[in-house]
């Protein structure tokens, strides 16, 4: 058992496994072909990559039935005593990677691959890496791209996509496919997968696009078509659950930093100056936390989980004043999430966009407003300025940067080991650092909301010394 020094250092010491606090370990199973088609009706070859040139595997090449991965449960407080996270369970999920049997031959592939939802650095590099890996690692030809969102399936042609014309796409932000919101039509969608043939299908999505993939799913399993269906999570927010961090983030992070730098120059050129950036984030505040933590010359950071407040004791309003009093300028980095519930909206107002999800009135112009107003009123006569940024589009409609570009590939080729292993209903994600097969439906159900707990937020307050807006 490791012991603890007086110093609250622990020894090198062997742990005996009894004594950890996991007592149980739950393996999440991830949907197979073999769960709904009869096994003599399934086509099972050896992996193709056995004869490939480039890979020479080894039998520990490939990736076991039973090898699987502990999910975020590592050894925590081995004292027992401290009871978040939970204790006395542990998940467990697939490993990703080449199976050495694989349920499709190759030449029988029929792929598609669809995107859906808004935006993300990296998406055209996960659709380029999904058609050159089935091409070069499994010698698959048909590949389709359907266009725009789900409606593709049954408004559009699917469109064949080559490993030549794919070859620049990682270059470029966007998705080289057009993508939409709304017009999920599940009958529709299926039968198109039906009509074409398409065995494997990709599906490129944020929280939405993935129970959008479930019902998908559960209808192939209805019919019990040969059908894998793997989705690979996007969303530029990083608010889908279970993964360590969706692709793209990290180069939205990044190109936010333009915006708060050029919002703090403002600032330090004024007399009075504010600098306020609005960064993306529907319903979490991860973009605007860690391009703040990156940043360092952010004074105070806004989300959703965490209700500001502008008058009064502890109040945003008061903080600025300080902040001011004490160093001529302030710069303010919020969410587009965050305090929607403190702006005044009229019944005529939109209130969801076309997948149903909320549309939000432009806390930055509200803010810039609040605060003229309130300077006016407390400070009439005294120079003042508030200099509104609004990046919005530019910090996810950009190519992804190398890192992500890497994990892109990493996800897309997950995906299809996994899709070619007769794997389905399940999301490629990195867990802990290793790539694996989540169960969609999971995925689809579980939201990564900033822990206001946890020592990341209590980083951003002791960096910007903001108020917690407890109201004490
Ligand atoms: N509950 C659901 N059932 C079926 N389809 C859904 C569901 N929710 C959303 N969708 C469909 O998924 C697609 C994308 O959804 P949405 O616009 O919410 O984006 P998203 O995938 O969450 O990505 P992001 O939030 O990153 O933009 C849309 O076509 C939408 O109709
Ligand atoms: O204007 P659009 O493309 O519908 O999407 C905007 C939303 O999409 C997101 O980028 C998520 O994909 C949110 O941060 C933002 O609220
Ligand atoms: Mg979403």
């Not at 004043?321 to 587009?336: M, T």
């Not at 009229?346 to 909320?358: F, K, R």
């Not at 909301?449 to 960096?463: G, N, Y």
Request: proline share 4%; net charge negative; charged share 20%.
């Amino acid at each position: 058992m490791a012991e603890e020094k007086e110093g609250g250092e622990i020894e090198e010491s062997v742990i005996e496994l009894e004594k950890l606090s996991i007592s149980k370990i739950k393996i999440k199973k991830v949907g197979h072909l073999r769960d709904f088609i009869p096994i003599s009706q399934l086509k099972t070859v050896t992996n193709p990559l056995q004869n490939n040139p480039n890979y020479r595997p080894t039998d520990a090449f490939y990736i076991s039935p039973s090898s699987d991965i502990l999910l975020k449960q590592v050894l925590y407080d081995l004292s027992g005593t401290n009871q978040y996270p939970p204790y006395g369970y542990g998940f467990a999920y697939h490993r990703a990677g080449p199976r050495k049997l694989v349920y499709f031959d190759p030449d029988e592939v029929k792929a598609a691959i669809v995107t859906c939802g808004g935006l993300c650095p990296g998406i055209n590099t996960v659709i380029r890496e999904i058609v050159v890996g089935l091409s070069d690692l499994y010698g698959v030809g048909q590949i389709f791209g359907i266009s725009s969102g789900y409606r593709g399936f049954y408004s559009f042609d699917p469109v064949l996509l080559t490993t030549k014309m794919v070859h620049n796409w990682h270059k470029q932000g966007g998705t080289a496919l057009e993508t939409s919101r709304g017009g999920f039509d599940l009958s529709r969608i299926v039968d198109s997968i039906e009509h074409h043939g398409f065995n494997h299908v990709y599906i490129i999505g944020g929280d939405g696009t993935m129970r959008g993939a479930v019902k998908i799913y559960e209808e192939i399993c209805r019919r019990k078509l040969n059908v894998a269906v793997a989705g690979i999570p996007k969303t530029v927010d990083n608010d889908v659950g279970v993964i360590d961090q969706s692709f793209g983030f990290q180069t939205a992070v990044e190109s936010a930093q333009q915006a708060i730098n050029a919002a703090h120059v403002e600032a330090e050129s004024a007399v009075n100056g504010i600098g306020l950036v609005k960064l993306m984030g529907r319903s979490t505040g991860h973009i605007a936390l860690h391009a703040t933590l990156s940043s360092r010359d952010v004074d105070c950071c806004l989300i959703p989980e965490n209700e500001f407040f502008l008058q009064g004791k502890g109040g945003l309003l008061e903080f600025l004043e300080r902040r001011l009093k004490e160093i001529g300028h302030a710069v303010v980095v919020v969410a587009e999430g965050a305090g929607q519930e403190l702006i005044p909206r009229t019944e005529e107002e939109q209130q969801q966009d076309e997948s149903g999800n909320p549309v939000f009135l432009d806390v930055g112009v509200w803010l810039k407003s609040e605060l003229n107003k309130w300077w006016k009123r407390d400070h009439p006569g005294e120079l003042f300025t508030v200099k509104y940024i609004d990046p919005t589009y530019m910090i996810r409609a950009v190519p992804a940067n190398a890192t992500d570009n890497m994990y892109c590939t990493l996800l897309a080729h997950s995906a299809i080991h996994g899709a070619m292993a007769g794997y389905t209903g399940f999301v490629a994600g990195r867990v802990n650092g290793t790539y694996a097969y989540i169960p969609v439906k999971e995925v689809a159900e579980t939201k990564n909301m900033v822990d206001t707990m946890d020592h990341k937020w209590a980083w951003v307050r002791s960096i910007t010394n903001q108020p917690d807006f407890q109201n004490t």
